[in-house]
């Protein structure tokens, strides 16, 4: 049955930003991705050898900076000097790697709510507390209703969901699981994040009627957008938001 006055819309949350049109996980990126329209941008939270928070997705610095070495034995003035933009385009000489609080300042001042996915990196490194310092920042800029907080390690999500019920937690995989649903009930979760090729048309509909939204990642293909949104999955994390705002259409809510 449809009601055709109620219409829904699969979101478009930008892979670190919009990440096809700009470096990575950095204020451009995020401005682009803005400007595109998504609902919301992904970004990959670390931590410096000083505590600093700072948005980088990789362990080290290598891929993605003209520096090398381990994200987590680096100063923040050490990563601030890196030129986090050339790998990618030469437009980009000189844009820094952002800190946790630089992007949220962008998406505070944004001119429409844009929804924030802030993943957290553990990676090698245990950073202490990395959780409760990243929702200290996000409340700090009244930003914490427009926050998803999502990790592959679940522990500190269900430690700040403890700490913090009102922080909305989102469980990261990357394989095939069996009634998924049941895991994020436990966990307090009120989303999935499943890896694009982990999930069926009908699990995502099992996992909606239980009540838990689905997020899946990274999806870029014109054909995997079209099929996703086809099939009506809360929110398509891809690095091409204005390929995905196109087409993803509003469609009538399934009752
Ligand atoms: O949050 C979705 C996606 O970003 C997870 O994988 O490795 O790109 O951070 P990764
Ligand atoms: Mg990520």
New binding site residues.
Partial sequence: MFDASQKVRTQVYA??GFAARAPENTLPAFAFAIEAGADGI?F?VQMTADGELIVI?DDTVDRTTDGSGQVAQQTLRDLRRLDAGSWFAPEFAGVSVPTLDEVLMLAAEAPYPVML?L?L?YGDTPYPALEFRAWERVIAYGLGARTIV?S?YHEPLRRLKRAQPEAEIAL?YQDGLVDPWLYARYLDAGAL?PYYKSVTAEQIAQIQQQGVKVRV??VNAEDDLRRFCRWGVDAV?TEHPDLARALCAPRPRRH
């Fill in positions: 892979h670190r992904e990959d997705h996915n993943e990196k999502s592959f990261l994040h990642y990274t994390i």
